[in-house]
């Protein structure tokens, strides 16, 4: 069994920036992908980065391409996500996942979310 707890949401304002983090426990059998899914009020959750199990490969939705940036740290058991230039659109529920790291398929392991909320 696996556990993704999420941390580092809050309250900002339009063109700040904020570092979510998500860090894995439990029993791995190898080497994992990860990313991150949004979920913003009234809408559906939808995949938004991920990144493989040795970092190497990164994959971004438009929306977010050039402004966020996933990372990992293997020794943490941590992935990362650099949110800059934020904006009002950005605000949901965050939510981190394995094995993922595309549009169209369903993560096996879900955290219970980070809450992120972009003021105008």
């Known amino acids: 069994q696996v556990q993704l707890v999420e941390s580092g949401g809050g309250l900002v304002k339009a063109g700040d920036s904020l570092r979510l983090s998500c860090t894995a426990s439990g029993q791995f059998g190898s080497v994992y992908n990860m990313g991150w899914f949004r979920q913003a009020p009234g809408k559906q959750r939808e995949f938004i980065a991920g990144i493989s199990g040795n970092g190497a490969t990164v994959n971004y939705v438009d929306s977010v391409k050039g402004r966020f940036i996933i990372s990992r740290d293997e020794a943490k058991n941590t992935m990362y996500m650099e949110m800059n230039s934020l904006r009002p659109s950005d605000t949901a529920r965050y939510y981190c996942?394995?094995?993922?790291?595309?549009?169209?398929?369903?993560?096996?392991?879900w955290g219970i979310g980070t809450l992120v909320t972009v003021s105008s």
């Open positions: 996942e394995i094995p993922c790291v595309k549009s169209g398929c369903l993560p096996t392991y």
